[in-house]
């Protein structure tokens, strides 16, 4: 019975007539005419066809089942038979072309804009010539994309970056940002430090201000940096499928004029800056799924309530851009003239600070880990080539989180309240059930009465799990556990100021000074032991399974 359920190949594919090609030389024609060996031809791990396409002096790489590569088909075979081909052999073509790269051609990963492969980071330049920026701990170097290991697609609306030059300084930035303080720019310039390391989970970027207060202009000076696009202001998501639908076409997500934000999307913008998933069936016809995994820089203009987003709060760096006096605007068209003139300098500064980042890393060991401490990490380590203080990175990144922590709180009557709660004690501990009870004693009933106060022990259970992180770093920790059949909660006050004992890089004089750039005197000082932190130590990714979301149709072509 078992041998008459087997059905042989032959029952299938029938045997080709006498004289005919076999199928491997049938697919090798359609190679040959244009010049594609199998070398050139390779596939994702999610089965994406793709072609190496040499094209005068640099090569392409384009994805087969698009019209770019078909349309690139039929420049090779103009230009190999002085002909041009008919739809019909270009079609064919690429059907068999697709299968050798599926069946044949290697699997391989491809990368939008920046990807980091070993001890080097590349950036794609996005222009004609398929250069490629180079960044190691020795230095950095444009290169052709025939010298690297990175295979970067293009996608619509990318733009050219300029090429880097020597010799300038982060420092020119300043002059293009509307900033009330060195904090600031302290600030902005470490996330833009950031968003070139793709080893590290990305802080979300957020400019808060007035209307008039430069956060459009100032979003389009940071993603020219290092991501351009033509669509650089971009409104926010309707769902988080677009966003990871976004993701996988772009390096920097950027939306503006964002009147308020659904706590579904504030998950979602974490889960991207943090590294999360998104799972969808790919056809309502069907039960295949399509899984988007991606980890990307945000930059959020304008979000009115972020305050309640505790979560985005916690990863996020804030900036509070000040109102533009009509005395001190400048025209657009002017602030752009400008930019184009110092922005590969400023570039190339920038890979400068990667360059001396990858060269420290594994020097520094910071007394404390701050929340994204993998990204705090690498900014301290390339601060030798920043234009501010040895540790005033840290400071600014310190303050920051707590003056928002701080507006987190406020905006929360069960943080605020339970802070004062605390204020009088040292320890309290007991049911959800009595700490709500006891709570009532000092909330004014007018409190009480409004949606986001708790009305029962759960949502304040709920509550209090959010506010866990920020209660801490104002001095109260909460603790759990189960007695008998009651679940306990203590609070219990700390001190926020102990220190940890453990020596920071940051602060030792002798590291910074052996590092410099501007130094003359580079030796390193040997009695300074430093220790490399493991990535399980320090990791602030975003851990868990992918987000799994409703039934959604797929359109071929959009992934």
């Not at 390391?197 to 993603?223: C, E, M, W, Y």
């Amino acid at each position: 019975m078992a041998e008459a359920a087997i059905v042989k190949t032959t029952q299938i594919f029938p045997k080709a007539d006498v004289g005919e090609k076999s199928l491997k030389e049938k697919m090798l024609k359609a190679q040959r005419l244009f010049g594609l060996e199998s070398s050139r031809l390779f596939h994702t791990p999610n089965n994406v066809p793709y072609a190496v396409i040499e094209v005068r002096n640099h090569f392409e790489i384009w994805p087969i089942r698009t019209e770019k590569f078909k349309l690139s088909l039929a420049h090779l075979f103009l230009q190999k038979t002085g002909k041009l081909p008919c739809k019909a052999d270009i079609k064919k073509a690429s059907e068999e072309l697709e299968w050798l790269a599926l069946l044949v051609g290697q699997k391989r990963e491809v990368f939008n804009r920046i990807v980091k492969l070993d001890d080097a980071i590349y950036v794609d330049l996005v222009n004609s010539e398929w250069e490629q920026v180079k960044i190691t701990a020795d230095g950095w170097k444009v290169i052709s994309g025939i010298d690297s290991p990175a295979r970067f697609i293009r996608t619509p609306g990318m733009l050219e970056l300029q090429k880097p030059i020597k010799g300038g300084s982060l420092k020119t930035l300043k002059n293009f940002l509307n900033i009330e303080n060195e904090e600031a720019f302290v600030l902005i310039t470490s996330w833009l430090l950031g968003a070139m390391n793709p080893d590290a989970p990305f802080p979300i970027l957020i400019l808060h201000g007035v209307q008039g207060s430069s956060k459009s202009t100032t979003i389009k000076i940071l993603r020219s940096c290092i991501d351009p696009s033509v669509s650089i202001l971009r409104t926010l998501p309707r769902s988080e499928r677009d966003l990871q639908i976004s993701a996988s076409k772009s390096w920097v997500q950027s939306f503006d004029n964002i009147s308020s934000l659904p706590q579904r999307m504030s998950d979602a913008f974490c889960r991207l800056s943090t590294g999360g998933g998104y799972a969808s069936r790919k056809l309502y016809t069907n039960d295949s799924e399509v899984i988007l995994n991606a980890m990307r820089p945000i930059i959020l203009g304008g979000i009115p309530n972020f305050e309640t987003q505790n979560d985005l709060v916690d990863r996020a760096i804030i900036v509070n851009l000040p109102h533009i006096t009509e005395e001190k605007r400048r025209l657009e068209s002017e602030i752009k003239d400008v930019w184009k003139r110092e922005m590969p300098s400023i570039f190339g500064a920038l890979c400068e600070a990667v360059s001396k980042a990858l060269g420290n890393l594994g020097k520094v060991k910071l007394e404390t880990l701050p929340r994204m401490a993998d990204f705090a990490r690498f900014v301290v380590a390339a601060e030798p080539a920043l234009p501010w203080d040895n540790g005033m990175f840290l400071k600014a990144y310190e303050s920051n989180r707590s003056e928002f922590i701080d507006i987190a709180l406020d905006a929360d009557p069960a943080g605020t309240f339970v802070l004062e709660f605390m204020d009088k004690r040292d320890e309290w501990s007991g049911t959800h059930s009595e700490l709500l009870e006891s709570l009532k004693n000092i909330v004014p009933k007018s409190i009480q009465r409004i949606k986001e106060w708790p009305k029962s022990p759960n949502s304040l259970s709920n509550r209090l799990m959010k506010l866990e992180a920020f209660l801490m770093k104002k001095g109260v920790k909460i603790e759990r556990e189960r007695r008998a059949d009651k679940r306990i909660i203590t609070l219990r006050k700390i001190d926020v100021n102990q220190p940890q004992g453990r020596q920071s890089c940051s602060d030792n004089k002798s590291f910074f000074k052996a590092n410099r750039t501007d130094q003359s005197d580079a030796a390193q000082d040997n009695s300074l032991e430093l220790r490399e932190v493991s990535e399980s130590e320090i990791s602030g990714g975003y851990q868990g399974e992918p987000a799994v979301i409703e039934d959604l149709a797929w359109e071929e072509g959009e992934i």
